[in-house]
């Protein structure tokens, strides 16, 4: 083959590898995605909604493995066999976009979303610059722009990151930036021992963060918060006293707006007058909770936001714009996301361009290459319109409270909290407890049923629920409300499911 193709005409071989034309056969190509696109409408699209199918067709990971056939081998396999891949892939992996998957803080599917993901995927792009990402480094600016007026600033900066524990470690040394720039050039060896506080029930990104950045863990304060799981201001102030008098120096506080397990929304407004009595940072991670500010209803959960510095905020959680989708937002509007970050790379930031440098926004970012999150939320926004964003975040929580009220009506269900967002947190009470005396041994007992249940509902695949124990609380259900595509009956489901999975405990 490789002699005829010598024999052609202009025909050039390198290195014993022939350079003319593509090595790639197009049209098989083509017929591939073709056949693979058809694969996912009718597998995962056209059954997202679909109650009857299984949240998870559950394997062991040895007997998965054999299933999968994982082994990557010198010569490829044909297409249909990789078609057949496809299909296992799908058949064996979490259907989150199922009515009936309440184990995370994200779910469902939004297709507006869906075919944005579609066109960056195929059109393969990195935002850093405009010359390479024009379309998308504007889409960014736009809602960017947006997300800020909802914060309530009149000004602002931004950026989008592969996840809000990142957009928590960009805060954090943010804020650090802010009260030591000599740390750019110089590093941690001139520093005094820097402080920074957070809640009990902060996100595990703040210690990650501190870790991360050479902060050091034990230089984390963690604040006590109330039994609902909001930080308790008067015991915030206490620590940055503590702070000052061990010579310490304090220099962030971060608020929570909406806790993983509990849903609480810190006392904003009382934080940021500690914050600027003594001189504070305040970030405010409001990745789960952010979304609350496209309600008129429910907004007054983030009452004082905008006193914040910064802000962590995830779209692809309440508002479905799919994973990963997650901005930080700054108060700061002098460039200091640049200051701090930018590295001046001559060969993509280039002064002498023949258009507005001030659109490569890439050396405000600790990444090169970084996907076009932002778009996905844009063209669900357009389409769907902000009114349309505010009734998924209203209706979401009006089956969380649905929830909570049947869950009063039941016998064996027993709240730990009334929630005030979307996490209902409760715990399944077999018969054979419900007449048992409160104690150790019925705790003991009690703490084992949530994980049997959630073993029979994951092998049955009939739904997905998250459980845990928490602070000193023996394990109970977190279930949380997301997708526009869940309903009363599914609310109904859950509990009727909890009662038939556990009959024998």
Not at 393 to 406: G, Q
């Amino acid at each position: 083959c490789k002699q005829e193709m010598l024999q052609k005409k202009n025909a050039v071989l390198v290195d014993g590898v022939i350079l003319n034309g593509p090595i790639m056969d197009s049209k098989a190509g083509e017929k591939f995605v073709e056949e693979a696109c058809k694969i996912i409408m009718e597998e995962v699209v056209q059954k997202a909604d679909d109650v009857t199918e299984k949240v998870c067709e559950w394997q062991a990971p040895e007997k998965l493995k054999q299933i999968l056939d994982l082994e990557m081998r010198d010569t490829g396999e044909c297409h249909q066999k990789i078609l057949q891949l496809c299909r296992d892939v799908i058949k064996y992996s979490v259907k989150t976009n199922h009515p009936r998957f309440f184990n995370q803080l994200y779910a469902g599917i939004d297709y507006y979303s869906l075919v944005a993901r579609f066109i960056t995927e195929a059109l393969n792009p990195s935002v850093y610059t405009y010359e390479v990402s024009p379309v998308f480094l504007l889409v960014e600016e736009a809602v960017i722009k947006k997300m800020i007026e909802f914060i309530g600033w009149e000004e602002g900066d931004g950026i989008f990151n592969p996840g809000g524990s990142v957009s928590n470690m960009y805060a954090m040394n943010l804020a650090r930036y802010k009260f030591c720039p000599e740390i750019k050039e110089k590093g941690l060896s001139g520093l005094p021992r820097l402080v920074l506080f957070a809640s009990e029930e902060c996100h595990y990104s703040m210690k990650k963060a501190a870790s991360f950045l050479g902060i050091g863990t034990e230089n984390v304060y963690f604040i006590q918060t109330d039994e609902r799981g909001k930080m308790i201001p008067e015991e915030l102030e206490k620590q940055v006293q503590r702070a000052r008098k061990e010579g310490s120096a304090p220099f962030l506080v971060c608020a929570t707006a909406g806790t993983t397990v509990l849903g609480a929304f810190d006392p904003l407004d009382k934080i940021a007058d500690i914050c600027e009595k003594h001189g504070l940072w305040l970030h405010v991670d409001a990745s789960w909770g952010g979304s609350a500010l496209i309600s008129r209803k429910h907004r007054r959960l983030l009452h004082g936001i905008h006193r914040a510095d910064s802000v962590a905020w995830n779209p692809h959680k309440m508002l479905l714009a799919g994973i990963q989708c997650c901005a930080l937002l700054v108060k700061d509007n002098s460039g200091l996301l640049k200051k701090c970050y930018s590295a001046e790379a001559a060969y993509l930031f280039q002064q002498d361009k023949f258009y507005d440098v001030s659109y490569d926004t890439g050396d405000k970012s600790i990444q090169c290459s970084r996907r076009p999150d932002a778009f996905k939320f844009w063209l669900m926004w357009k389409a769907l319109g902000t009114t349309g964003l505010e009734e998924r975040v209203n209706r979401a929580l009006a089956l969380a409270r649905y929830l909570v009220e049947e869950i009063k009506k039941r016998e064996g269900f027993q709240l730990l909290l009334e929630p005030e967002y979307a996490n209902v947190c409760f715990w399944y009470i077999p018969p054979s407890l419900r007449k048992m005396e409160d104690g150790p041994e019925f705790w003991q007992k009690l703490h084992q049923v949530a994980p049997v249940i959630k073993e029979r509902m994951m092998k049955k695949g009939s739904m997905m629920l998250g459980y845990q124990p928490h602070r000193g609380k023996v394990n109970f259900f977190r279930q949380v409300v997301i997708s526009p595509q869940v309903s009363r009956e599914d609310m109904d489901f859950l509990l009727d499911e909890i009662e038939l999975l556990a009959e024998d405990l």
